[in-house]
């Protein structure tokens, strides 16, 4: 929360902007502060549409990006290379885990095979949950890690996600050993996939702070 707002005005501000000057997520933070996590709660009733992230698109302007993190340990002995795309999905998942409970949250695994939402956490004790999907990078070892906001479906069909699907994309690159966590909101504006930045590089706190507007809201 902005220090000296009350989060209810806050939340009503950030709404306000939403629905009557139609701003992305990351220009609502950029305007008032307010906090990823809680933003990503607060704004779930009022999407942008299709057309609406189309157009920020082309109006947004690059940003500079780390190029990489420093190589992983993991390069001194596993061969990065010639892993399956089922052995990364496998490694990239047990990497989240790891953090989730350095973090002191509760995780679950989905109920239902399909499901969009690799892990499901919560606060100890807390009734409010967060879905989390785990993504490896598409691309190849040297160049900056891209992962993909599209899934399967049907046969072999390829469509970007929906709102709702989940609350959180994690991308973890197993080559510099660093997970980069996207609050759905965050993905506005990206039709196929979303770079690794500096802002994103083991950002926990959004996930916790999504966790505490939650609870703030019951």
């Given at each position: ?26 220009e609502i ?67 989240v885990l ?12 989905p109920m ?107």
């Amino acid at each position: 929360m902005t220090r000296g707002v009350p989060q209810t005005a806050l939340r009503k501000t950030c709404v306000d902007l939403r629905v009557k000057n139609r701003m992305s997520l990351k220009e609502i933070h950029a305007e008032t502060g307010a906090a990823v996590g809680s933003l990503s709660v607060w704004l779930s009733a009022h999407p942008l549409t299709e057309e609406e992230r189309r157009a920020k698109i082309h109006a947004r302007v690059a940003t500079p990006r780390k190029a990489r993190q420093a190589p992983s340990k993991f390069l001194a002995w596993a061969d990065i290379r010639n892993l399956s795309r089922a052995d990364k999905a496998a490694a990239s998942e047990a990497a989240v885990l790891f953090r989730l409970a350095l973090n002191g949250l509760c995780v679950f695994g989905p109920m239902f095979d399909g499901s969009k939402e690799d892990w499901i956490v919560s606060a100890r004790g807390g009734r409010f949950f967060a879905r989390i999907q785990v993504k490896s990078p598409n691309t190849s070892w040297g160049q900056i890690p891209h992962f993909a906001i599209r899934c399967t479906e049907g046969h072999g069909k390829k469509r970007r996600y929906t709102i709702g699907e989940f609350d959180f994309l994690v991308g973890y690159d197993l080559s510099s050993d660093t997970a980069y966590v996207f609050s759905e909101g965050e993905l506005e504006g990206n039709k196929t996939s979303i770079g690794a930045r500096d802002e994103a590089a083991e950002a926990w706190r959004k996930v916790t702070e999504f966790l505490d507007a939650g609870v703030a809201q019951r």
